[in-house]
Each structure stands twice: as structure tokens, then as C-alpha cells.
């Protein structure tokens, strides 16, 4: 049973840094995409950022470009996503997603992901 656990989210103020973190159990991850997604009431799963687990290669929504950082521990089995200069605007429940591709490929939207954590809340005070 694949499980995908975030931590990490909470409040910080605006500039802030804030590391969440993704733990993914219940099967090898090779040839997966893993994502990070955000949701805020009433709006659309958005994109935010991917990694592919084998490559390494990595793709960010524009917004976060420059600002947050996609990496993962193949060892550990971890997944995580470093925010700085964070912005109100970046407030929303973090989702950390999984899904099938290849060797290279990166995903980008949300209905070529399979395995969703639970979220995670960021709040950034302005």
C-alpha cells in the first residue's frame, strides 16, 4: 500500500523559509515523477513543482521559480520542497504527489498522478 506522508508546513511571515517534507512508503519509486501540488478553497489543485526519482530532473511552476527548490533522498525514500522568499500568495494546503513516467520524464499536472499525500498547511503572514 503506497502511502505518501507530508510534514513540515506551519506559519511563517512573508520572506520566511519553511522545508516540507514528503515520506513515501509501499513500493520502489524508480521511473516515478514526484510532485508538490497546492489547494486553497475553492480553487484548483495547481502545479507547484516535480522531480523525477531516477533522473533527478526537476520542473517548477513559474511562480515558485528561483524561489523553491525540489529535491528527494533516494536512500530515505524522501521528497522535499525548500520555500524561500516565501510570499502570502504561497499560502495554500501542500499536496505531495506520485505518478508513473519515464526514465527522465517530468509531470506536470495533476491527473498524471496516481498517489496524493493527505496535505499539508502553509500560512505566510504578510
Known amino acids: 500500500q503506497v502511502q505518501l506522508v507530508e510534514s513540515g508546513g506551519g506559519l511563517v511571515q512573508a520572506g520566511g523559509s519553511l522545508r516540507l517534507s514528503c515520506a513515501a512508503s509501499?513500493?520502489?519509486?524508480?521511473?516515478?515523477?514526484m510532485g508538490w501540488f497546492r489547494q486553497n478553497p475553492g480553487k484548483d489543485r495547481e502545479f507547484v513543482a516535480a522531480?523525477?526519482?531516477?533522473?533527478?530532473?526537476?520542473y517548477y511552476e513559474d511562480s515558485v521559480n528561483g524561489r523553491f527548490a525540489i529535491s528527494r533522498d533516494n536512500a530515505k525514500n524522501m521528497v522535499y520542497l525548500q520555500m524561500n522568499s516565501l510570499k502570502p500568495e504561497d499560502t495554500s494546503v501542500y499536496y505531495c504527489a506520485a505518478g508513473l513516467t519515464s526514465w527522465f520524464g517530468v509531470l506536470t499536472t495533476k491527473s498524471e498522478y496516481v498517489y496524493w499525500g493527505q496535505g499539508t498547511q502553509v500560512t505566510v503572514s504578510s
Open positions: 522531480i523525477n526519482w531516477s533522473s533527478g530532473s526537476t
Open positions: 509501499g513500493r520502489t519509486f524508480s521511473r516515478h515523477c
